[in-house]
């Protein structure tokens, strides 16, 4: 079946550091992928997603790109702020109805961005 | 910006009783899926609603569980006969047809 492993945590950074988060995938069929974050309390935001291969997700200066060839879908950002601590879960969906997807998650990454 | 809404927020229950977690997914949205995560662990797939009947559920989606959409806003989880393990936080989410699911708030169910 489909899964998806991403690096374990916790990570902790200073702020202003790079961040990268490893997320690759198995999958049967040519999924769509996902980053969602879950802030302390709250649910899962869609974070950013990419649908075909070599295509980048972005969104509040993170971006992943999707790698078919690596099976790879890294999380990265340039400057991290203490504002980005949470978990990030990397994801993805394969279509299990016309229309209808059903998401796979990885465990999840904890970071936490000291000032 | 329109989102998933989810009440309550905490339910607590004692093993053996009967739950109803509601949703209220975003009203154009026509895929409706339920999630949990136990503590620490995985976000895991329930189970898929469209057309008003079940597209796809997991192994964990027994007949203890069962889904319903009785109105045209509500989306509802119901476990029949709570157990122990069934302590988790239960997010609902939905999509339109495109890859890309918006989840709720969840709801934390304590059995007791």
């Known amino acids: 079946g489909d899964s998806v492993t991403q690096m374990e945590g916790p990570v902790t950074l200073s702020e202003e550091a790079f961040l990268t988060i490893n997320c690759t995938y198995t999958a049967t069929g040519y999924p769509s992928l996902f980053w969602y974050v879950q802030y302390p309390g709250e649910g899962l935001q869609l974070l950013l997603k990419?649908?075909?291969?070599?295509d980048k997700g972005s969104n509040k200066g993170f971006e992943a790109t999707y790698r078919k060839e690596t099976t790879s879908f890294h999380l990265e950002k340039g400057s991290v702020q203490v504002s980005d601590s949470a978990v990030y879960f990397c994801?993805?969906?394969?279509?299990?109805?016309?229309?209808?997807?059903?998401?796979?998650f990885g465990k999840g990454t904890k970071l936490s961005v000291i000032p | 910006e329109p989102e998933v809404t989810q009440t309550p927020s905490h339910q607590v229950t004692q093993m053996g009783q009967e739950v109803i977690l509601r949703c209220v997914p975003i009203s154009n949205h026509l895929y409706f899926y339920w999630y949990r995560q136990i503590l620490g662990q995985k976000v895991e797939f329930l189970v898929s609603f469209y057309n008003n009947e079940i597209s796809e559920k997991s192994e964990i989606f027994d007949d203890q569980f069962s889904v319903e959409r009785p109105d045209g806003s509500n989306f509802t989880l119901k476990i029949r006969s709570t157990k122990l393990e069934d302590s988790a936080m239960y997010f609902c989410?939905?999509?339109?047809?495109?890859?890309?699911?918006?989840f709720g708030p969840g709801t934390r169910l304590t059995v007791t």
């Open positions: 990419a649908t075909k291969a070599d």
């Open positions: 989410a939905s999509s339109a047809s495109e890859p890309g699911q918006y």
């Open positions: 994801a993805l969906s394969d279509e299990v109805g016309a229309g209808s997807y059903q998401l796979t």
